[in-house]
Structure formats: C-alpha cells, structure tokens
C-alpha cells in the first residue's frame, strides 16, 4: 500500500480508493451471500413441494413459509391445474429474476 505524503491514499485508475474498493468487494460478497441463500430457499421450496414434504413439519413449514415470503409478488403469474406446476413455474421465475438481479447489483459493485 503506497501511500503519498500526507497521509493520503493513491487512488486508482477507476477513480476510488483501494481501501474504497475492497469495501464495495466486501460489499458484492454480500449480495452474493444474501442471493444465494435467497434462490437456494426457492429452490428448496420447490423440491420439497414437488416430494410432497410434510407440511406439518415445522421446518418444512418454516422453509416453506420463508420461500413464499420471498416469490410473493411472482406468485400467481401463471395459474396452472395443479399446485405443484403453479409452485414450479411461478416460483422458479422468483428464483430466476433473484438469481439475475443479484448478480447484476454484484457486477455493478465489482466495477
């Protein structure tokens, strides 16, 4: 880490700091983190759906319930004869605009 005199850090070609940039990777790990444990409750949601899990099981319940906070606003796009095909496609489109989302919001942060 050099540094000029005065205390003053050497700024890098994109404009911020070094330490500025470590803190927005820091950043784009959080996002990262926080996307994958969003889509992987998804998906976890739809596979316990399409077994069947029993839903009297609180933690089936509890992944469940956590699932469809988060594909709220996705549900119902598509209204299909079963449940199970409803949970997939409307569930999988939440998963899929996360997944996208959150990526985009990381490679922003990583510039």
Known sequence: ??????????????????????????????????????????VLGIVLVLLEANRTNELVDLILDVGGFFVEPFDNIFTLDSRKANVVVNWGIGALIYGAVGALIIRLLQR
Do not use: E, K, P
């Open 1 to 42: 880490m050099s540094r000029f005199r005065g205390g003053r850090s050497r700024r890098r070609a994109g404009g911020g700091t070094h330490a500025t940039q470590r803190g927005l990777w820091g950043v784009a790990r959080l996002v990262s983190l926080v996307t994958a444990v969003i889509v992987g409750l998804i």
